[in-house]
């Protein structure tokens, strides 16, 4: 199975790609603007595009585009991909 998710994150290209061996449990390889990986039987492609930044008053906010693409995947690993994926990039509140 192949699938496509596409997500708008406020985060600096610095800080993903710091926080992304979290978030697909390996280093995969990287190249300006993507990362993928494989296990021999499933690969995983993250493309990243700068947006606008948002800009909330005096509060400046970097954007990114991130495509992620899995391919050999079933439903449940992809749906088990993403929520660690997300879960390597939440942010505490207080």
């Known amino acids: 199975m192949s699938a496509r998710f596409n997500l708008d994150m406020s985060l600096s290209r ?4 710091r926080l992304l061996p979290a978030a697909v449990g390996a280093h995969g390889l990287r190249e300006d603007g993507a990362a993928w990986g494989s296990d021999g039987i499933r690969t995983w ?3 990243l595009r700068p947006l606008e930044d948002r800009r909330l008053g005096r ?4 954007r990114h585009q991130v495509e992620i693409t899995l391919e050999g995947y079933s439903q449940e690993e992809a749906k088990a991909f993403l929520a ?3 879960r390597a990039f939440q942010r505490g509140g207080g």
Do not use: A, D, M, N
């Open 59 to 62: 509060v400046v906010l970097p």
């Open 45 to 47: 492609t993250i493309h």
């Open 84 to 86: 660690r994926f997300h």
């Open 14 to 17: 610095e800080e993903f790609f």
